[in-house]
């Protein structure tokens, strides 16, 4: 298991540590990929086989593709599992018709033990972080990642930090701190709530911002299993909501091991969706510009997505141009509507989740995705971290009631 930096800025590997940025150049580190020698076949009769078996990492929907994932830990019974993965694919006639599309499945990855896709990385990255011997592990966080580390940090026995922005959503802060969580309340925008994390973390302690190569491994796993359950028939189109880049990166990550197995044979066109208020991605990549510009005070009622300052913009932009995608923001008013339209299938989402589907519609209305495209929409978060409407949701107030420590890492 080698170390790299995601960008070829010359760094001398051994400067670099696998929980936080390149020293050189500020992007995330990533593991040099290391892929099985097995058939595509036999991978897939494997994984098949596995679903039969009782074992606890087998019946993780992340571990179950373990062939996949940096060998942390040789002894499967150190795994750090809550059975995450394993998530429906659906399809929803109401969420069809509004996006205009007649072939619309929704992978629901809010349907996850914590409720967010967050729990794909994070049973393998609190397991390594378990493996090293690690005692406290932080992250900063919009909510989700919160309350995902939380959990998984409490079944490994490991202190779990928080650092939260100004607003979140009050069910996700009663979530981390259920799991046992200190918050920490640095105030400003996720963004801050990151830097200020990175400086006040000391040596000893373990980030799990999906800047951790162990985050974006586990999160690839989704993308199989969604593989498997169409049957290896690659989707024309995927379309998910985009905050700091980490998923989407993933998504690159595991459209290169699946090509590189033989699993698929073509790509699907990944379009990735952003809040008006809060799209620097988008303007960047609209405008062509080689360089992302942070946006010092996102706006959106998507707590989940408030973010100016996207860590792994670079590799998400190599993921688009990769699989001919492509990015687009979408009003707050059309988040909120997708909501609606989601709900009324019977499935629900947070509001950050629904901007996939505003997305999908804005694509098939602007003629990028044609009615008859095969279309995956992934659904990030369940409707109960953020059943309002945002606004009524922020847990402004009753975090600074509740954050017991300050300062220190
Ligand atoms: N959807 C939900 C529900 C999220 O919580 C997030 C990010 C995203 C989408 C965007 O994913 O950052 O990989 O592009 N939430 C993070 C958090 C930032 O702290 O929970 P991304």
């Not at 990385?121 to 493996?131: H, N, S, Y």
């Not at 309350?147 to 009050?170: D, E, F, H, K």
């Not at 208020?277 to 009622?301: H, K, Q, Y």
């Not at 369940?382 to 922020?394: N, Q, V």
């Amino acid at each position: 298991m080698r170390l790299q930096c995601s960008e070829p800025c010359g760094v001398d590997p051994s400067l670099l540590r696998e929980d936080r940025v390149c020293v050189a150049c500020g992007a995330p580190v990533e593991l040099e990929a290391e892929r099985p020698a097995a058939s595509a076949e036999d991978l897939r009769e494997l994984w098949r086989r596995r679903r039969a078996s009782l074992a606890p990492a087998d019946c993780s929907g992340v571990w179950r593709f373990r062939e996949l994932l940096p060998p942390i830990t040789p002894a499967l019974d150190e795994v750090v599992t809550l059975g995450e993965g394993n998530t429906p694919v659906l399809r929803g006639g109401a969420t069809a018709r509004y996006a205009g599309l007649a072939d619309l499945r929704i992978k629901h990855l809010g349907w996850n033990p914590t409720g967010s896709f967050k729990d794909t990385g994070m049973t393998v990255a609190v397991t390594r972080a378990a493996v090293r011997g690690a005692s406290i592990v932080a992250c900063a966080s919009t909510g989700n990642t919160a309350a995902s580390m939380a959990a998984y940090a409490a079944r490994a026995g490991l202190t779990a930090r928080v650092y939260l922005p100004r607003s979140v959503a009050a069910a996700k802060v009663a979530q981390a701190e259920a799991y046992g969580a200190e918050l920490v309340r640095v105030g400003g925008s996720f963004d801050d709530a990151l830097v200020g994390m990175l400086g006040k973390a000391d040596p000893s302690t373990y980030v799990l911002n999906s800047l951790n190569p162990f985050r974006v491994a586990g999160q690839k796993t989704f993308l199989v299993e969604l593989m498997e359950q169409l049957g290896w028939q690659v989707p024309d189109v995927i379309v998910l909501p985009g905050g700091n880049l980490g998923n989407l990166s993933a998504c690159g990550a595991a459209l290169d091991d699946l090509m590189a197995l033989g699993l698929i044979d073509r790509l699907p066109r990944m379009a990735v969706v952003q809040a008006e208020g809060a799209n620097p991605f988008v303007r960047m990549w609209r405008s062509g510009a080689e360089r992302l510009s942070p946006l010092a005070d996102p706006r959106t009622i998507a707590s989940a997505i408030r973010i100016g300052a996207p860590v792994s913009w670079r590799r998400a932009a190599r993921t688009l141009r990769a699989t001919a995608g492509t990015a687009l923001d979408v009003g707050d008013g059309a988040i909120a509507e997708a909501r609606r339209v989601i709900g009324h299938d019977g499935i629900g989402c947070e509001l950050g989740s629904a901007a996939a589907l505003a997305g999908a519609r804005a694509l098939r209305q602007a003629g990028w995705i044609d009615e008859h495209e095969r279309v995956v929409c992934l659904l990030t978060g369940h409707l109960l971290k953020e059943p309002g409407t945002g606004d009524s949701d922020a847990a402004e107030s009753a975090v600074d009631a509740r954050v017991g420590v300050e300062t220190g890492c």
